[in-house]
């Protein structure tokens, strides 16, 4: 015999449990469409009572996990069925944090008599999809309700329910299994579709109230309309009624919920068959009650949704689905045009949010504390406390929480991205750079919301963030998400970064800046509206190779403290830059010149026709060993410095440049000389394959030029490796060569950049922007 699962609804009563045999027909079910791989499989078998499923998907080739919150039920399979390829696991599949299943991927989960018995069984369903491979199939198998005794009626589905049930999957077969309905769900993300519904003929406008609740897990309260589609509680405003009072009495008499806060978040217009329409957008921030059916006549039945899953919903009701991205920007994307006109009040805080994502946010804060990013208790208590996926809700929770990962939230036409929340590791460095304290005042230059939230968090009560960003939709979605979760003390402006932050500079200036996209130069606001004495961090681009470095304000100076090899999106404003190009080889090869003038590449295809010249320069590395500094040695000292970029497979053959890894490369007068590798030991971890720097080269200068700089790379090796990035300074454009330190100069559009090498680094003058100096002033420079 097999259990059931059987969850209590919330009422907390409890079922008398129903007991099934697995039939001959859901045997034959299970052979046909789940079948194993071939070379076995993994199976999540959800409320797995006394175990005679998880045991019969053992003998067609699984390895299970059989999870029930029930531990009776639990200790009678473990005994009946001691099977070591099924690992017994108890788990409330709906309100637990599903840690116990780790990152398990499954080719199968299966939900046999259960699903009737979830409460949010979208949710649940679409959490399971997630855990599926690539061509899994989660397999739902259920009595009918028309086949059911009224006693029984909680533990099987209707046709309405089916409905909501199986919406939002790419694939949906219906089988029959005796008695019983075999639902077969692949592909757990189908866009969300904005539906209409029918409007009534009439030549005023329609004028509605849509309410927005989330609950203490912070899920959004939906509910499956007769209609056939999602919506949010609402309806029609009545004569003279307050807008925020319609969404309040409408949320009651749909869901049985009764608000104890409610604010107006925007007003959408919009039209449906050639009515007007407005609908108030109103977010209830607290409540008490829980979901019932209330009306019947109109909605099936309400579950609570994680913003994330909002995109795979299936058809929505438009105007709802307007209403939710209107409280969480991006959370649908593809919605039809709406105008909407954000309200000026602002609401409190909504908290709310899973067990799983404060479980993740720990494991998130270890792992960087691990990393040795954070090592102050204040960086690490804001990483412990700021609910980073609140700023990112459309991700999935493991996406959000990922250590290492940036979280891509907008991107342009061409697909690249224009905003992202940074990887926390990142973002914990940055912070810690900056040495902030409480009652600061601070700056930040590209906007989204969690960041600026860190940094709130660490400069306390007393403290003040402004952050400012070119996009116009970026800074409604940081104004959404600071509202939803934030500290109250977050002034998100709109504008160009690379302006500082004009009209809210305070007295003195910013005690700290903080720069969270690629700059190819440094703003001279970012310096002059700093605080003497305070640090500025930004990720500059120094010849195309990207460093956040921390910065010290003294006078007109900045001083660099700090450096840390990075990414980040590029600058869209007046700041930014696109790089000087040279295609060669038919498209296939480019020479980018990231700094100073574009040098001659005339002569340079027909070089790359003759003989490849190749300079070894003994100088090794071991696997995942860092030349960092040797980027940006070679790129500050070289004459002629560029970078070679593979843009097409093809050119590999000819260059053996890998592609996305611009080569470090000198230019000559129709010749190129390039830094490559090769491997001289291989060995079975990355500290044991060794590998040599060569140099590569083309033309008749290629001999001098490889040379040269093999030179510098051994030079490197001899007196720079092991010893950091060099002292170095940023000067304000048209600085007097004698108001330089001695070292190379690097001369931006807005800045001068003095890198102090070891004194006996080679002083060559270059023509691509940069300049040995000693202190003195020199004549021969324009």
């Keep these: 015999m097999t259990l059931g699962q059987l969850n209590e609804p919330d009422t907390g009563t409890a079922h008398e449990a129903v007991f099934r045999d697995l039939g001959e027909a859901e045997r034959t079910l299970l052979a046909e469409h789940i079948p194993a791989p071939a070379a076995g499989g993994t199976a999540l078998d959800v409320g797995c009572g006394t175990g005679d499923l998880a045991a019969h998907l053992t003998t067609i080739g699984y390895r299970v996990d059989a999870v029930d919150r029930d531990a009776g039920a639990l200790d009678l399979a473990r005994t009946e069925h001691a099977d070591p390829a099924v690992r017994w696991l108890r788990l409330d599949i709906e309100r637990d944090d599903p840690a116990p299943l780790g990152n398990n991927r499954y080719d199968a989960v299966v939900l046999r008599l259960t699903a009737a018995l979830l409460n949010d069984r979208t949710r649940v369903l679409h959490a399971l999809g997630r855990r599926l491979r690539e061509g899994g199939t989660l397999l739902v198998i259920t009595p009918l309700a028309a086949h059911t005794p009224a006693e029984q009626r909680h533990t099987a589905l209707d046709e309405d329910e089916i409905a909501a049930l199986t919406c939002g999957w790419a694939s949906v077969q219906r089988i029959a299994a005796g008695d019983l309905a075999a639902l077969v769900l692949r592909g757990p993300c189908a866009d969300t579709v904005a539906t209409e519904r029918s409007v009534p003929a009439t030549g005023h406008a329609v004028a509605g109230s849509l309410a927005v609740v989330t609950d203490p897990n912070g899920r959004v309260l939906l509910g499956w309309s007769k209609r056939g589609m999602w919506e949010l509680a609402g309806g029609k405003i009545e004569g003279t009624e307050p807008l925020d009072a319609a969404g309040v009495r409408e949320l009651a008499e749909e869901t049985g919920l009764h608000a104890t806060g409610a604010s107006v978040v925007t007003i959408l ?13 109103i977010r209830i921030t607290g409540y008490t009650g829980a979901p019932i059916t ?10 609570w949704h994680d913003p994330h899953g909002l995109g795979c919903l299936g058809p929505l009701f438009t105007p709802a689905a307007q209403a939710l991205d209107a409280v969480w920007p991006g959370i649908i994307p593809g919605l039809p045009p709406v105008n909407a006109y954000p309200h000026a009040v602002e609401h409190p805080v909504v908290p709310g949010e899973p067990a799983e994502a404060v479980r993740l946010r720990q494991e998130m804060t270890d792992a960087v504390i691990a990393g040795g990013w954070a090592p102050t208790l204040a960086v690490q208590d804001a990483l412990r406390t700021v609910p980073r996926h609140r700023f990112a809700p459309e991700r999935d929770l493991a996406d959000a ?3 290492d990962l940036a979280v891509i939230t907008r991107r342009d036409e061409a697909g690249r991205a ?10 914990a460095d940055m912070l810690e750079s900056l040495h902030l304290q409480p009652g600061m005042t601070v700056f930040e230059a590209g906007s989204g919301g969690y960041n ?9 009560p007393g403290g003040r963030v402004v952050t400012v960003d070119i996009d116009p939709y970026i800074i409604h979605r940081t104004r959404r998400f600071t509202a939803e979760a934030g500290s109250g003390r977050v002034l998100a402006v709109h504008g160009d970064g690379a302006l500082g932050a004009p009209g809210y500079v305070p007295p003195g200036g910013f005690d ?4 969270t996209h690629n700059v190819w130069d440094i703003a001279p606001a970012w310096r002059e509206q700093l605080a003497d004495g305070g640090h500025l961090v930004l990720p500059l681009e120094i010849h195309g190779y990207t460093r956040a470095i921390t910065f010290q304000r003294h006078g007109d100076v900045l001083h660099a403290r700090g450096w840390t090899y990075c990414g980040f999106v590029r600058d869209l404003g007046a700041n930014g830059r696109h790089a000087p190009v040279a295609d060669l080889a038919d498209g296939q090869l480019q020479v980018r010149f990231e700094d100073g003038a574009p040098g001659d590449a005339d002569g340079l295809d027909d070089a790359l026709r003759g003989e490849r010249l190749e300079v070894a320069t003994g100088v090794v590395m071991a696997g995942l060993e860092s030349f960092a500094t040797l980027q940006i040695y070679l790129a500050t000292t070289m004459p002629g410095f560029c970078r070679l970029a593979l843009t097409e497979q093809d050119g590999a053959s000819v260059t053996a440049v890998r592609h996305g890894n611009p080569a470090a490369a000198v230019l000559g007068e129709g ?6 590798h090769v491997l001289i030991q291989d060995g079975g971890t990355a500290e044991e394959r060794k590998a040599e720097f ?3 080269a083309f033309g008749d200068q290629g001999p001098v030029l490889a040379e040269q700089m093999a030179d510098a790379v051994r030079f490197w090796d001899r007196r720079v490796r092991g010893n950091g990035y060099p002292p170095m300074t940023a000067h304000p454009a048209g600085t007097p060569d004698d108001e330089l330190a001695p070292g190379q100069v690097l001369d931006k559009q807005r800045s001068r950049l003095v890198f102090t090498w070891t004194p006996d680094a080679p002083q060559i003058h270059s023509g691509t922007g940069h300049t040995p100096h000693d202190g003195r002033a020199d004549d021969s420079r324009t």
């Design 671 to 676: 010749s190129l000389a390039y830094l490559s």
């Design 512 to 515: 700290a800046s903080m720069i």
């Design 269 to 281: 217009t919009d039209a449906a068959q050639g009515v007007p329409r407005v609908t108030a957008v």
């Design 401 to 403: 929480y990922d250590d």
């Design 294 to 303: 209330a009306e019947p006549a109109t909605f099936t039945r309400w579950e």
């Design 452 to 460: 600026a939230e860190l940094i709130a968090h660490l400069t306390g």
């Design 694 to 696: 060569i140099i590569h």
């Design 418 to 427: 224009t905003s992202s929340v940074s990887a926390a590791w990142l973002q």
